[in-house]
T-cell receptor, first 115, second 109 residues
Framework: ETGVTQTPRHLVMGMTNKKSLKCEQHLGHNAMYWYKQSAKKPLELMFVYNFKEQTENNSVPSRFSPECPNSSHLFLHLHTLQPEDSALYLC??????????????FGPGTRLTVL | RKEVEQDPGPFNVPEGATVAFNCTYSNSASQSFFWYRQDCRKEPKLLMSVYSSGNEDGRFTAQLNRASQYISLLIRDSKLSDSATYLCVAWAGANNLFFGTGTRLTVIP
């Protein structure tokens, strides 16, 4: 399935590095999301973009910086991360945030390890 | 109190068994609900959406009880391939979408 793709699939970085995660959706959706999934915790919603406008920032530290250049692409820029930021980062998309249904389709995720 | 609560399990059931999971939600304004399955080290995949009292798709049935604020997922005739973690999701509009921690199911031959 290639509805939502994410690159890279795995990333190891040091605390002083700068890297970016990329997400692309081919479903014609207008809302895109970044989630963090840590072991034994529920998915944590980080950022929401609806029609390219950021509508949510769930108190995410500034070392995570999202970018949404168009409805199909979403980036998460990372800098000076901490070891506790190691997690699976999932991108998702849906028709639109307030479409009334909001089924979200997920990408395969980027498994991030911060050393 | 967590927005969405699930029994983490694990549920270990034999092939062919019927198994049910419950999920409770705290926000009475929740209007839509979803069940996702997530295989180990994979992304969540949408299994079923629930907008009214319930939904059925083959061996899977979801029931919504708004009065008691819970939704259930029933799996009949369990297959080995049903082994996964099942995530319950409640959406109360806008960005109010909350995931449970998931219920782990293992179907045993």
């Amino acid at each position: 399935e290639t509805g939502v793709t994410q690159t890279p699939r795995h990333l190891v970085m040091g605390m002083t590095n700068k890297k970016s995660l990329k997400c692309e959706q081919h479903l014609g959706h207008n809302a895109m999301y970044w989630y963090k999934q840590s072991a034994k915790k529920p998915l944590e919603l980080m950022f929401v973009y609806n029609f390219k406008e950021q509508t949510e920032n769930n108190s995410v530290p500034s070392r995570f910086s999202p970018e949404c250049p168009n409805s199909s692409h979403l980036f998460l820029h990372l800098h000076t991360l901490q070891p506790e930021d190691s997690a699976l980062y999932l991108c998702a998309s849906s028709q639109a945030r307030d479409s009334g249904r909001n089924e979200q389709f997920f990408g395969p995720g980027t498994r991030l390890t911060v050393l | 109190r967590k927005e969405v609560e699930q029994d983490p399990g694990p549920f270990n059931v034999p092939e062919g068994a019927t198994v049910a999971f419950n999920c409770t939600y705290s926000n009475s304004a929740s209007q839509s609900f979803f069940w996702y399955r997530q295989d180990c080290r994979k992304e969540p995949k949408l299994l079923m959406s629930v907008y009214s009292s319930g939904n059925e798709d083959g061996r899977f049935t979801a029931q919504l009880n708004r009065a008691s604020q819970y939704i259930s997922l029933l799996i009949r005739d369990s297959k080995l391939s049903d082994s996964a973690t099942y995530l319950c999701v409640a959406w109360a509009g806008a960005n109010n979408l909350f995931f449970g921690t998931g219920t782990r199911l293992t179907v045993i031959p």
